[in-house]
Nanobody, 123 residues
């Protein structure tokens, strides 16, 4: 099992910045991709950004040029630097990881989710 703990959400004015962090912990696992998703009230959860173990990144068009995803493999941590925030970025942000556990031939790759952190951008 892999546990994800997010931090860094909050309230910020439009044009401001926030940095989200997500640390993965558990026993006998290896993280492959990590990413961030968000869900606004009344909307479906959507991808924000993902990053592979080799640092290949992918962003939603709505956040390109404003958000930056990065990771620290040694700490099993992923970050989301959010700049030039807009009111439409308001949502609960969820950390996601796809991990192999246990690290063995018989291990399985599964998706794990954090509990979510609220980001509110005021106009």
């Amino acid at each position: 099992q892999v546990q994800l703990v997010e931090s860094g959400g909050g309230l910020v004015q439009a044009g401001g910045s926030l940095r989200l962090s997500c640390a993965a912990s558990g026993n006998n696992f290896r993280i492959n991709a990590m990413g961030w998703y968000r869900q606004a009230p009344g909307k479906q959860r959507e991808l924000v950004a993902t990053i592979t173990r080799s640092d290949s990144t992918n962003y939603a068009d709505s956040v390109k040029g404003r958000f930056t995803i990065s990771r620290d493999n040694a700490k099993n941590t992923v970050y989301l630097q959010m700049d030039s925030l807009r009111p439409e970025d308001t949502a609960v942000y969820y950390c996601n990881t796809r991990a192999l556990s246990p690290v063995a031939i018989w291990g399985t790759v599964s998706d794990y989710w954090g509990q979510g952190t609220q980001v509110t951008v005021s106009s």
